[in-house]
């Protein structure tokens, strides 16, 4: 049976002690499969059987502990929107709904993500109020059916354009008489014939732009302007007044010429119907991330039942399948390795291009490539609980995000429209009674080229196609932001706090140093003292197991093994006694090592731990063991500090060792033998000092500290705990991508920026032009159409941005 997921916002948590303590009561539920709660995100994801136990069942359970479920969380596709102010509009009639906590309008990918009370409000109210705005709201569709809609809202766009363009090309030959030096061009004469331009532009004013009237209909009957009432007043007066105009002229006889203003409106919405062709167009161009991560899956699985070998789609495999992945295969879905071994290409998870070795036991992840050897797969995670599905899903909501600077965006396009018709109202009187006294015609142009350019659409476009564009590059590159906030508020940061193992270290400590005494064979010892450690479950023990077995010596069978807690172990192996521990072991035994002290020191100080070892109460040298730097961590932390930013190594080990490591990575501010509930309050503490922090942790022993922290930044595998643990998850083990994100932020931010200046410069520039009555009609109309397209042009050039500095 294939499970559910639900995302439940919870409220009344105030540490991650309250996280863990409903994460266990939800747990304990029945057919509860996997419970994670985010303290810093307020909310809990639960995967279960839908047959054994539902939502009503957690609601309960959590309010049985002494918190609550505020919201739930549902997404819709919104379809007639044309502008920012639409988007407004939509998100401020639903956030006025109680129950509603939150709605977000993203006006780039059309959606809406709202969060609220079910027990207050439902979805098919939401869905009417928005109807009766004039626009619709519909189940979110899933990416490949985006994708799908995204191509035929082209081609409608494209229709609408070419049958706008046959009536308008006539239109537009007229123009030329506008201008003397084309008059060599062919005119015919039937066009100046005020009946055919009437002919011609009718189609296009009421066809092609009933889609302006509709629009503009819907918002002026709830009490607001949009993009659709500037256009449908700017071409509506081009066109009624050439209206009036052809009628004089049939009154008058209809002989000579009179000059009609047909043309204007037919180029003016043919014109916006293209920009609206290369917007969609280019919009869909920002979600390439999705299509290319979605394109990673594999499409068939080889299932495995009662010995035969059967194919099907990925969409039929369910828990506990048994998949066969033959060499240079796609991995259909996350699973465990049963029976097999081989090397997988995990590139599309971590960016690491070196393939990882894996055997019996290890887990797999689906769209890996196996490279060389037959496995046998048991299937652990489906569907939308796959590692690539976690990782599409928070590239979509970090896409459907709102970041701050948008807001102020959206609180300027709200008050835009009516705005600018006042100033086009204003102009208009100016003209008809001061500038030409009593000319209709004179002070019409420039009142239509006002309403046409001032169009807010690039402003709408301005924030999220950045927040698209950027997010999807990052995500290509490895680094998943949770939301556009995220994005936005990683380019403050200045102090970066580096977690110490697992994060600048490998996190596995490794056999680093053999050191033997004289007379003693360095083969024969290090295979007596793999014996005997090879009883014990230590870390370290293991450590110095895996490093001899590494050199190929073949490891024995102790006849005897003690461990000795606090002191090392005792083993008798081939009938000779083995000691391997501290200096107090030793000198209990009454066993020499001054010659060894020195040794022992230098060790200490490079910050690895060093052990004495004995044979038949003999010294015979030392062996180190360390959890070794990664190779790029020295590379990284000097990138971030070319970027500015101040970087603090903060770990619970001694001081010592800390300043050790520190060293070899060229971090001079250490802050060791903290306790992991104490690392939250060293962060609280840089705060104070004013310093904007990012916390990097491997997203679940530092949990409170990327919770305190202004940016927490896990360092992860792509698995779903460690995408739940932080603001952003770098999926490389490598401090790397600290920086990339750093910079990305940077670059977006400022790719943001120059969108918001595009959007403003065409009004602030173009409406005083127009305004003194040097910007035709038209002219007007192909700056408000390039305007948005622009804007998105230039957000698409984050696709192609470089992450080294």
């Not at 302007?225 to 256009?231: E, F, P, R, S, Y």
């Not at 048991?378 to 459907?400: D, F, R």
């Not at 959007?759 to 002219?779: M, Q, S």
Request: glycine letters at 8%.
């Amino acid at each position: 049976m294939a499970t559910e997921e639900k995302t439940l916002q919870i409220n009344g948590m105030t540490c991650a002690a309250c996280a863990n303590r409903i994460e266990k009561g939800l747990s304990k539920i029945e057919g509860v499969e996997k419970a994670n709660v985010n303290f810093a995100l307020e909310r809990s994801t639960v995967v279960f059987d839908p047959i054994k136990t539902n939502v009503k069942e957690f609601q309960e359970k959590i309010e049985k502990l002494g918190y609550s479920v505020i919201q739930e969380k549902i997404d819709f596709d919104i379809t007639g929107m044309t502008c920012a102010a639409c988007a407004t509009k939509i998100e401020k009639r639903i956030n006025k709904m109680d129950g509603v906590a939150s709605a977000n309008v993203n006006f780039a990918l059309e959606t809406i993500t709202v969060e609220y009370d079910s027990k207050q409000v439902e979805a098919n109210e939401m869905i009417n109020a928005v109807k009766k705005l004039g626009y619709e709201l519909i189940p979110k569709l899933d990416s490949k059916q985006k994708m799908d809609h995204k191509e035929q809202e082209i081609k409608k766009q494209y229709k609408k354009f070419i049958f706008s363009l046959i009536f308008t090309i006539p239109l537009l030959w007229t123009m030329v008489l506008h201008f003397e030096f084309l008059s060599f061009i062919y005119m015919p004469h039937i066009l100046m014939n005020p009946w055919v331009q009437f002919a011609l532009a009718t189609p296009v004013q009421f066809i092609v732009g009933a889609q302006f009237y509709r629009g503009a209909y819907n918002s002026l009957r709830n009490r607001s302007a949009n993009m659709d009432v500037l256009v449908a007043l700017g071409t509506s007066a081009a066109y009624f007044y050439s209206l009036y105009l052809t009628l004089e002229w049939m009154n008058a006889g209809g002989t000579g010429s009179t000059e009609l203003y047909f043309e204007a409106s037919a180029v003016i919405i043919t014109l916006i119907v293209l920009g609206k062709l290369f917007e969609v167009r280019a919009k869909g161009k920002t979600s390439q991330a999705i299509q290319k991560l979605l394109g990673l899956q594999a499409k068939t699985a080889r299932i495995l039942k009662d010995g035969v070998e059967k194919e099907v789609p990925i969409e039929e495999v369910v828990l506990g399948d048994m998949i066969l992945v033959k060499p240079g295969e796609k991995i259909p879905v996350d699973g465990e390795i049963v029976d097999g071994r081989s090397a997988i290409d995990e590139s599309m998870l971590t960016g690491e291009s070196m393939p990882v070795d894996k055997v019996a036991g290890d887990s797999v992840i689906g769209a890996t490539i196996n490279k060389n050897g037959s496995l046998k797969i048991k299937a652990t995670k489906v569907g939308k609980n796959t590692a690539l599905a976690q990782i599409v899903k928070v590239v979509e909501e970090a896409q459907g995000s709102k970041a701050d600077i948008q807001r102020l965006a959206d609180r300027i396009s709200g008050i835009f429209v009516p705005v600018v018709v006042g100033i086009a109202i204003v102009t208009f009187f100016i003209w008809y009674f001061a500038v030409t006294p009593g000319d209709f015609r004179s002070a019409l142009m420039p009142t239509i080229s006002i309403l046409v350019i001032a169009c807010p659409c690039a402003l709408g476009l301005a924030t999220p196609t950045s927040i698209m564009a950027g997010s999807g590059r990052a995500a290509e590159m490895g680094l998943l932001f949770k939301g556009g906030e995220h994005l936005e508020n990683t380019q403050s940061i200045n102090t970066i706090v580096l977690d110490k193992t697992g994060t600048v270290t490998k996190g596995e400590p490794e056999l680093t140093d053999i050191s033997v005494v004289e007379g003693f064979n360095e083969e024969e010892v290090l295979q007596l003292i793999g014996t005997a450690e090879n009883q014990s479950e230590h870390p370290l023990a293991q450590a110095i197991v895996k490093g001899v077995k590494e050199k190929g010596i073949a490891l024995l069978e102790p006849s005897e093994f003690e461990a000795l807690p606090g002191y090392g172990i005792r083993a008798l192996v081939q009938d000779q006694e083995v000691l391997v521990g501290t200096r107090k072991l030793m000198n209990q035994q009454n066993i020499d090592i001054l010659d060894l002290e020195s040794l022992m020191e230098k060790l200490e100080s490079d910050g690895k731990t060093a052990m004495i070892f004995a044979l038949n109460n003999k010294v015979a040298g030392v062996v180190a063991v360390a959890d070794t730097v990664k190779e790029t961590s020295r590379e990284a932390i000097a990138r971030m500090q070319k970027l500015g930013l101040e970087v603090i190594m903060l770990t619970g080990d001694n001081q010592r060792t800390a300043e050790a490591i520190a060293k070899q990575v060229g971090v001079t501010n250490v802050i060791a033998e903290v306790l992991p509930e104490q690392k939250s309050e060293e962060i609280k503490k840089l705060q104070k000092q004013g310093k904007n922090v990012a916390m990097v942790g491997d997203g679940i022993n530092d949990a409170p500290a990327l919770a305190v922290a202004n940016i927490g930044m896990a360092v992860g595998t792509g698995t779903d705990i460690a995408i739940e643990a932080a603001d952003i998850t770098l999926m490389r083990g490598d401090l790397n991508s600290v920086a990339d994100a750093i910079i990305m932020s940077r670059k977006t931010m400022r790719n943001i920026k120059q969108n918001l200046f595009f959007a403003f410069i065409y009004n602030t520039i173009g409406i005083p032009i127009a305004a003194i009555g040097l910007l035709a009609p038209w002219v007007a109309g192909a700056a408000m159409a390039f305007s948005s397209v622009s804007v998105v042009v230039n957000a698409l050039r984050l696709q192609k941005v470089n992450l080294k500095n």
